[in-house]
C-alpha cells in the first residue's frame, strides 16, 4: 500500500511538473520545474519501484537512477541559465544584473594566454 501512496506522490510532483513548464512565464522560471519537481516525481517513483520489488537489485538499480539524475538535473539547468543568459536571454523586471560581471569574463581555462 505505501508503493501506491508513493506512486501517486510521485506522478503528482510530474503534473506539476509539467504544468510549470507551459505556465511559468520566462526562461528561467521554466528550468526550476523540471529540475526541482520532476526530480522529487521521480524520486517517489522510484521509491514506489523499490518498495513494489523490493530485491536487492530492484533497489539499486532505484538508487544509482535517483543519484545520477539528482546530481545531473541542477548542472545541466545550471549550464542551460548560462548558455541563455550569454545569449542574450533577459529575464523580464529583472533591475539588478549581478551575473554580468562574472559573465564577462574571458572564457578561457586556468594557464591560458586570456588569463595572463
Not at 517517489?44 to 539524475?69: G, I, M, Q, R, Y
Not at 545569449?87 to 562574472?102: F, N, Q
Amino acid at each position: 500500500m505505501l508503493e501506491v501512496a508513493a506512486a501517486l506522490v510521485g506522478t503528482f510532483f510530474m503534473f506539476v511538473a509539467s504544468l510549470g513548464i507551459l505556465r511559468l512565464p520566462d526562461f528561467y522560471a521554466r528550468i526550476h520545474a523540471p529540475t526541482k519537481a520532476a526530480t522529487l516525481g521521480l524520486a517517489f517513483l522510484l521509491a514506489a519501484v523499490a518498495l513494489h520489488f523490493k530485491d536487492l537489485t530492484s533497489v539499486t538499480k532505484a538508487a544509482l537512477a535517483l543519484f545520477f539524475v539528482g546530481v545531473t538535473a541542477p548542472v545541466g539547468a545550471h549550464i542551460l541559465a548560462r548558455a541563455a543568459y550569454r545569449s542574450g536571454v533577459r529575464a523580464p523586471g529583472t533591475l539588478i544584473d549581478e551575473y554580468g560581471p562574472s559573465a564577462q569574463r574571458p572564457r578561457g581555462g586556468p594557464g591560458r594566454a586570456e588569463d595572463q
